[in-house]
């Protein structure tokens, strides 16, 4: 009797003891989405967000965005499910946003950022800024400091949000010049760390999740032909100049690092289009675009039930990588 009245005790001091533990013990798990840009190519991850909505919205502690990835990432955190789509699709595909015939226009950009993102965002689909504000999530922008050539993220809130995405989505040559922003000139976030992993580890993140705008094993070329066309229609600043020319070898780096990442302490599940993604830059066939935008929902469904059935991201190498 005296040993049945030791298990019963032993039994629940070990309950107490977890009770204890878990109101207790901090969270070991801080959770990331790392979004890449790529302009038209993000409607990839719209569709991929709008799937998580319904079901793991609340896992991420922080997002970090560059470029349209940043924008995809201010919707995601304020809870608009379905926004980004109907951007992509309505407001992104007609002449008020991309004009090539401006490129003979000595004041006008080819891409109307003041359109793009600052009207859209207060007039036709308005970012609701309160939202974002109010969100658990943390949401990055990442910039491209010209001075300095250096990356640099802001953290998006009710009053800077739109500003700061206009400057991270600023691609050179499209949009004429550079961007000011807190007193500072700026060019698109995805120039210098296009993928950026680092930026959330440094937030502290151990979990993340990286999704990117072009397949696996994709490199970029120098383009060294265009790019000096490009300058001698539009001229740039010799800092611009220089830094578009290892444009190519930072994107490389960062998908190569992502490709390859290897830690004992932060766990990275990386989700891409797959090789027949037909979706490009600057692509404005509305087909085109819903088939990218169903790629990146179904994407988001298979992501959800890993994230659901795991403890962790994945239980070999083979699978850190799917699409």
Not at 135 to 145: E, P, Q, R
Not at 172 to 194: C, H, M, Q, S
Not at 265 to 279: G, M, W
Request: with cysteine.
């Amino acid at each position: 009797m005296k040993q049945v009245h030791k298990t019963v005790a032993k039994t629940a001091a070990k309950f107490v003891d977890r009770i204890i533990d878990t109101v207790l013990s901090p969270k070991t798990d801080n959770w990331a989405l790392v979004l890449e840009g790529g302009a038209m190519r993000c409607i990839y991850t719209a569709g991929l967000l709008d799937s998580l909505h319904e079901n793991c919205v609340e896992k991420f502690d922080y997002v970090v965005g560059v470029s349209a990835g940043a924008a995809c990432a201010a919707s995601f955190a304020a809870g608009q499910r379905g926004r980004m789509q109907d951007i992509f699709i309505n407001y992104l595909t007609d002449n008020r946003f991309l004009d090539y015939s401006r490129v003979f226009h000595s004041k006008k950009s080819i891409l109307d950022l003041g359109y793009a993102i600052r009207d859209i965002s207060t007039i036709h689909v308005p970012l609701d800024v309160e939202a974002l504000g109010r969100s658990s999530m943390k949401v990055y922008a990442g910039l491209a400091d010209i001075d300095e050539c250096r990356a640099e993220f802001v953290e998006l809130d009710e009053e800077n949000a739109i500003p700061a995405i206009i400057a991270s989505c600023n691609l050179p040559f499209l949009a004429r010049g550079t961007v000011k922003f807190n007193g500072k000139e700026y060019l698109d976030g995805g120039l210098i760390d296009p993928i950026p992993v680092q930026k959330a580890i440094d937030l502290g993140a151990n979990k993340i999740v990286v999704v990117l705008t072009r397949p696996k094993g994709y490199r970029e070329s120098p383009r060294v032909l265009m790019k000096a066309l490009l300058t001698k229609v539009f001229g740039s600043s010799p800092k611009v100049q220089e830094l578009l020319q290892h444009e190519h070898t930072f994107y490389n780096n960062c998908k190569m690092f992502v490709e390859l990442f290897e830690s004992d302490d932060v766990e990275l599940l990386v989700v891409c289009p797959s090789d027949n993604f037909k979706v490009d830059l600057l692509t404005r066939n509305k087909n085109t675009l819903l088939e990218g935008y169903a790629e990146g929902f179904i994407a988001g469904n298979e992501l959800a039930k890993k994230l659901q059935n795991y403890a962790d991201f994945y239980q070999n190498n083979s699978e850190k990588m799917f699409f």
